[in-house]
């Protein structure tokens, strides 16, 4: 950023832009403010169904490198105004904005932004208002001043959302008690110092969502390979360079395999071939698999799968998780240190197989 007294706007995520405003499409996507300001407020648009969503703020003083204050909060239905962050002094801050809650639990948009009195309109066909302290400068996501040396895609289920995390094995789910931010790929992100995009949904699969025990399923409504194949088409991996694709799935089709052979054959093909998919249609260097923290019966069969892509040329390796501790969060999902531990092994893994890049 310019020294200069401008308020700059930068965007990470998936995203798009209605009449709503600029929408944050995926668990972990948001938006930056970078500049001089005293007061931060937000016009958001929200529309929730049974559960709210959420979104956390998080503030960083120039020169400072770590998160000084950080809250989060609910979104309300409709269009209403947040106070974001208030300070006794002016002075150049990093303030982040991110959806801490995954797309199926409610849409959040961001209609304005309102720094000491300026304006920045994000709706489409929204004109941007004249300000009074310095122009708003739009940053592009892929300039090289912006832009992390690499890039990380999460594919994932609800560990990848950080669902429960926030919550203990006696709580009922409720969206207060998910949280990226104590999730495993933003943890990893942050230490490795890499941008991010996520696609995941809680209860997803390769063949089949979650099935609870004594239903027969297959439950096949927006399945991965569906959802990628949507945000494909949507141009949502255009302009982008991947260094990884780390990819954590199989435990809710376990939910239906259940152990037997033909319903594990089935998964193993469509789940090889989804990467493929996904390695050919998008600029990836290599695709990590990872496995094994909430249950291990796939172990076996993701491990082949993987060394079967490796085989044919395709630059794929699996990760076991080893030991990932108590599953103390909502409905026995990984808590903050379980999802520490992952990020921690997932790092190792990186830095010694990717030394070059990260």
């Known amino acids: ?190 230490k490795l110092d890499a941008d991010y995009d996520t696609l995941c949904s809680s209860g997803d699969g390769i063949i089949s969502r979650y099935v609870d025990e004594g239903e027969e399923g297959p439950l096949t409504e927006d399945l991965m390979p569906a959802l990628f194949d949507r945000a494909l088409r949507q141009g949502n991996f255009d302009h982008k360079e991947y260094s990884m694709v780390i990819c954590n799935l199989g435990t809710n089709d376990a939910s239906y395999i259940r152990g037997i052979p033909e319903r594990e054959n089935k998964f193993a093909k469509a789940y090889r071939d989804f990467l493929q998919t996904v390695y050919e249609s998008i600029h990836a260097a290599r695709i990590v698999v990872v496995y094994g923290i909430m249950e291990k019966s796939l172990t076996e069969c993701i491990e082949k799968l993987v060394s079967e892509l490796r085989e044919s040329g395709i630059p794929a390796d699996f990760v076991k998780i080893e030991n990932p501790g108590e599953l103390n969060g909502v409905c026995f999902h990984p808590g903050e240190a379980a999802h520490k531990t992952v990020s921690e092994q997932i790092y190792e893994y990186v830095k010694e197989v990717s030394e070059e890049s990260f």
């Open 1 to 190: 950023m310019s020294q200069n007294t401008g308020k700059e706007v930068f965007i990470n995520g998936f995203h798009h832009t209605g009449t709503e405003g600029l929408f944050l499409d995926q668990s972990g996507s948001y938006m930056e403010f970078r500049g001089l300001c005293k007061e931060l407020k937000a016009e958001i648009y929200g529309a929730s169904g049974e559960y709210p969503a959420f979104l956390a703020v998080a503030v960083k003083e120039e020169g400072d490198s770590t998160v000084k204050w950080r809250r989060s909060f609910e979104i309300q239905n409709g269009i209403h105004e947040y106070d974001l962050y208030h300070a006794e002094t002016e002075g150049r801050r990093t303030v982040r904005i991110l959806k801490i809650t995954e797309e199926q639990y409610g849409n959040v948009a961001v209609r304005k932004l309102m720094a000491d009195g300026s304006e920045r309109f994000f709706s489409a066909g929204e004109p941007i208002q004249d300000v009074q302290n310095g122009a708003w400068v739009e940053s592009n996501p892929n300039s090289a001043r912006d832009r992390k040396r690499n890039r990380i895609l999460f594919l994932g289920d609800s560990m990848t959302c950080g669902y429960g995390v926030d919550g203990t094995i006696r709580d009922v789910f409720t969206t207060a008690s998910e949280n990226f931010m104590k999730a495993y790929p933003y943890l990893l992100a942050q």
